[in-house]
């Protein structure tokens, strides 16, 4: 039976400030669905208040933030911007959701966890509703070292839209138990994330122009210390310096944090003396970046919290071998010597020895393609339909 379902995210492909794990997955949960007949809506937000339009059989209706809850920034001198950025994002999809849930009722809508943005929908529109959990604020929040009462009330609400809800699941083990250890969730589903490479159509340029004829170990994704970034940039001196025949290429945005003013200003401070292989690139979409995780020999992902991240599994699907962190969630796509590596978090020492012996490892090509068969596991045609499964389940105990 096809199903009218709607997405609810801060961020999509479609945007341009796009460039998260929760922003790839719903791209590739939505086509899929839509391809399979379904009727699928995605609302999010955006900087441009334009009318809804179809992205590749997806309908997308853009939701802007309302400038009222400015006074209200204002009035708490800007003490909450987190807070009131989310309340003002979740007040705005749901007068979204009501709309179009008025024109034609959806069966089933899906949250996510982070940005609670289902906290006014979830009671107020009444339809049958499930919730994604793809991070743990606490968690998220220590690891980047913020502790204050913006983000004390960030935590507090989050929590709260998980008791507004009995329809939770996480695309790991490792989300799933902390869901029901530290926040009480009662029995959270587990289903896998599809995972497929989305484009064949691969831009070289910036690769042929930064990183072609040249050997080197390879981050993408933010710039952000959760992704245990400043880790890596405190282990590349170690690595460059026994490895003479790597270079380093870092890919993505570049964030303040309370470590640096600039963290790919960090990276450079801490490789002085290397500066010459050390390569940092902006941002790519995934027709640029695709050729550099290709032509990469290593790539690395020492995050210090992380859920089956986009990154590994983008890594992992073009063959490559992948450092992750133990008790992270990657140990439950990778097995160490055997398809990729595992280092402790937080370790810079330790990080940079996996990271020289990895370079120098035999195998890395048959390892690379043990990597890309793990991968199989989250295709679509075993992903979905437990998805799918898990929609009906919630409709009938509706």
């Known amino acids: 039976m096809p199903l009218r379902i709607a997405f609810v ?37 955006s900087q441009k208040d334009d009318a809804e339009f179809d992205h590749n059989g997806v309908m997308v209706h853009r939701v802007m933030l309302s400038p009222m809850w400015d006074a209200f920034n204002r009035i708490s001198r800007y003490r909450f911007p987190t807070t009131l950025h989310w309340l003002n994002f979740s007040a705005q999809s749901y007068r979204k959701l009501r709309k179009l849930h008025r024109q034609e009722p959806f069966q089933i809508v899906q949250y996510p966890n ?35 009462v913006d983000s004390h009330l960030v935590e507090r ?7 507004l809800t009995r329809n939770v699941f996480a695309p790991s083990q490792a989300m799933q138990k902390t869901l029901n250890e530290k926040l009480n969730v009662a029995n959270p589903q587990l289903i896998h994330s599809p995972f497929y490479v989305e484009t064949d159509k691969w831009d070289n340029s910036v690769y042929d122009q930064c990183l072609k004829d040249k050997k080197y170990a390879l981050y993408f994704g933010r710039f952000q210390l959760h992704k245990g ?17 790597a270079h380093v290429a870092l890919v993505g945005r570049d964030t303040e944090t309370n470590l640096a003013s ?24 995934h027709s640029h970046l695709y050729p550099i995780i290709a032509g990469a ?69 048959a390892m690379g393609a043990a990597a890309k068969q793990t991968m199989l596991k989250l295709a679509p045609e075993k992903t979905v339909p437990a998805l799918l499964g898990y929609y009906f389940d919630v409709l009938q105990t509706a």
């Open 9 to 45: 995210t801060p961020e999509f492909v479609t945007e341009s400030h796009f460039d998260g794990g929760l922003a790839n997955y719903l791209n590739r949960v939505s086509k899929i669905l839509a391809a399979h007949g379904h009727d699928i809506h995605v609302i999010t937000l």
């Open 114 to 148: 982070y940005s609670f943005s289902g906290l006014f929908a979830i009671p107020f529109l009444r339809t049958t509703h499930v919730v994604r959990a793809s991070s743990f604020e606490p968690a998220l929040y220590a690891a980047m070292k913020q502790n204050n």
């Open 157 to 163: 609400f989050e929590a709260f839209q998980y008791k």
């Open 229 to 245: 970034f400043h880790t890596l940039a405190r282990a590349l001196p170690e690595f460059l310096r026994h490895c003479p025949d």
């Open 262 to 285: 600039s963290m790919a200003g960090f990276a450079r401070s801490q490789c002085d003396g290397f500066a010459d292989r050390l390569i940092l690139l902006g941002n790519l979409p």
């Open 297 to 365: 020999r290593l790539v690395t992902l020492p995050s210090l919290i992380d859920n089956l991240p986009n990154a590994c599994l983008e890594a992992m699907g073009l063959g490559k071998v992948v450092i992750g962190t133990r008790g992270i969630s990657f140990d439950e796509l990778i097995t160490d010597g055997v398809n990729g590596f595992l280092a402790p978090p937080d370790d810079p020492k330790a990080l940079a020895e996996t990271m020289i012996s990895a370079w120098t490892n035999p195998d890395l090509e």
